[in-house]
């Protein structure tokens, strides 16, 4: 099983509100924190659904961590995808159509991860041995191959 790809410290530290966000977005333990279990249900679901589109480009869990690990944008898309996963059953983060009043973030979160896998947008990270540039990085033609010539004659 492939790492989770964000800790609970790393939300309360992205959540704007803090621990008092993450503990609206969990639920409550009963002692005024949020609900642990929860929160690791969803870092599980949001880490495979981030491999998942990150695989694509960058083909082994351990270049995707590292990959993460090194980019705070990544790493933040992530977190939304971790908030969406806590409040999709719950209806106070429901617009009346019954959309999440978070759908478009975590809609642009999951095409950031896929630009970032196909290379639409790059990452300052590929230069870290570890993460390495992505697989679906196609090489330029070389100048050795000879380039086709028309003459002007049939064919």
Known sequence: MAADLI???ELIDRYDGGP??????????????YHAGKVAIAI??????AYGLLLAGFETNERVAA????????KNKVAILVRHHLVVFKDEFR??????????????????????????ARTSAEELP???KSSLIRPRATAETPPSVFTGRGF
């Open 130 to 132: 570890a993460v390495g």
């Open 67 to 74: 990959l993460v690990a090194a980019d705070d944008e990544i």
């Open 95 to 120: 617009l009346p159509d019954g959309s999440s009043i978070f759908a478009h973030d975590t809609r642009e979160a999951r095409d950031v991860l896929r630009a970032k896998s196909s290379v639409e």
């Open 20 to 33: 008092e966000a993450l503990r609206r977005f969990a639920g409550d333990d009963g002692a005024g924190s």
């Open 44 to 49: 599980g679901a949001a880490s495979k659904e």
């Open 7 to 9: 800790t609970a410290q």
